[in-house]
């Protein structure tokens, strides 16, 4: 069974730090790799997706990348806001089968980023 | 209205009663999906729907019944709940689960406290 760790659970830092989450999975027959942001009582938001043939995506400040054989999926975060604040999560869909979208989910990294 | 919605926002009943979540989507998606968000616990995938057919049922217990009667809706049925499921309850949608390039929209969640 497919298991997601984040690492760390909670991060502060001060506004404009380049900062990077990390999460690793147990089973390397990950397939599409997620990250979502949740702000506090909402739901999730997609940030990026690194699909099954690519190592990483950008989106503005983000950058993703993936090591499948590492089982490590990295989110770098440039220049960091306070309106980064919110809870990281990063989701996998494992190889297999014909469904893509049954995520496992990550517990999550809490980014505090203070002015 | 866009996006993916949910209701009730909160909800509170006791074990004995029967309640409904509802969520809709009006992103003309064909794929919706429960899940359960509990305190220090992973998101965790409940059910899937792809095209009004269940297509994944994650060892939920029989007191929670989704139904899906048209792409654009889903419910979950609640009966005789316990306290430990107490949990934000997401709903999200995608346009088919069968496609490895979707992403996930999300539903700002019902928060359910059981007494």
């Known amino acids: 069974k497919q298991e997601v760790t984040q690492i760390p659970a909670a991060l502060s830092v001060p506004e404009g730090e380049n900062l990077v989450l990390n999460c690793s999975f147990t089973?390397?027959?990950?397939?599409?790799l997620q990250w979502f942001r949740q702000d506090p009582g909402k739901g999730l938001t997609s940030l990026l997706l690194?699909?099954?043939?690519?190592r990483e995506q950008t989106s503005g400040r983000l950058n993703a990348s993936l090591d499948k054989s590492s089982g490590r999926s990295t989110l770098y975060i440039a220049a960091s806001q306070p309106g980064d604040s919110a809870t990281y999560l990063c989701?996998?869909?494992?190889?297999?089968?014909?469904?893509?979208?049954?995520?496992?989910f990550g517990q999550g990294t809490i980014l505090t980023v203070h002015p | 209205e866009t996006g993916v919605t949910q209701t009730p926002r909160h909800l509170v009943m006791g074990m004995t009663n029967k309640k409904s979540l509802k969520c809709e989507q009006h992103l003309g998606h064909n794929a919706m999906y429960w899940y359960k968000q509990s305190a220090k616990k992973p998101l965790e995938l409940m059910f899937v729907y792809n095209f009004k057919e269940q297509t994944e049922n994650n060892s939920v217990p029989s007191r929670f019944s989704p139904e899906c009667p048209n792409s654009s809706h889903l419910f979950l049925h609640l009966h005789t709940l316990q306290p430990e499921d107490s949990a934000l309850y997401l709903c999200?949608?995608?346009?088919?689960?069968?496609?490895?390039?979707?992403?996930?929209?999300f539903g700002p969640g019902t928060r359910l406290t059981v007494l």
């Open positions: 089973d390397s027959a990950i397939y599409n």
């Open positions: 690194i699909q099954s043939s690519q």
């Open positions: 989701a996998g869909t494992n190889a297999g089968g014909t469904s893509y979208g049954k995520l496992t």
């Open positions: 999200a949608s995608s346009q088919d689960e069968r496609r490895d390039t979707d992403t996930q929209y």
